[in-house]
């Protein structure tokens, strides 16, 4: 399927031996195009921001560990399809990675709520992202998962901003515990643009 139709079909999916066999290429291929799509904030926090090529190799590389054919094809879809940004939207994978276990734990258990704390400003206008609602992400004791799923909803003047020339995008995070602002490349901002039809 196109790229254009926003989610990934059955069709989509490579048979696991023609993955096998071009597997090398196609992770080189993915890992230059992620390239400007990660961007990191402060010490721990790296944006990953999706699209139809990196969740598509997602569920290729899973399929390939898990070798659990259609089954499990079904469950990677449910799981990724919805972080398939719709043309009017920026989806992202916000993770916060710390290596030691201790600090992590630490840090996470000081901000929660912190995924309803994340904005993404287009010359100065702010827009606040809107966690994926498949599980909570912060637990009752308030403590935040290591991984958040968002999504910026932009209209159409928003989106015509994002795309001008010269436009300032920044990203930013406005916890109490957590607090910075980043400005996006124009490499970012470039393959970025690429997620609105």
């Known amino acids: ?24 290429e196609l992770r080189k291929n993915i890992v230059s195009f992620k390239k400007d799509r990660r961007i990191a904030l402060g010490p721990y926090a790296t944006f990953y921001f999706e699209s139809y090529e990196t969740m598509l190799a997602q569920v290729q590389e899973m399929l390939y560990i898990e070798k659990g054919g259609d089954e499990q094809l079904k469950d990677e879809l449910t799981a990724y399809n919805p972080l398939i940004p719709n043309g009017k939207e920026l989806t992202a994978t916000l993770m916060f990675e710390i290596d030691n276990p201790v600090s992590r734990s630490a840090f996470l ?23 994926e609602e498949d599980v909570d992400r912060t637990s009752s004791d308030g403590k935040a998962s290591s991984v958040q799923f968002i999504h910026f909803k932009l209209n159409d003047e928003q989106i015509q901003k994002f795309k001008s020339d010269g436009v300032v995008v920044e990203i930013g995070i406005d916890h109490k ?21």
């Open 1 to 24: 399927m196109p790229r254009e139709e926003k989610k990934i079909l059955k069709e989509d999916i490579m048979p696991l031996d023609v993955y096998i066999q071009n597997r090398k």
């Open 109 to 131: 258990s000081k901000v929660g709520g912190i995924e309803k704390k994340v904005f993404i400003k287009i010359d100065g206008h702010s827009v606040k992202a809107i966690p």
């Open 177 to 197: 515990e957590y607090s910075h602002m980043t400005k996006l490349s124009t490499e970012n901002i470039s393959s970025l643009s690429a997620d609105f039809s």
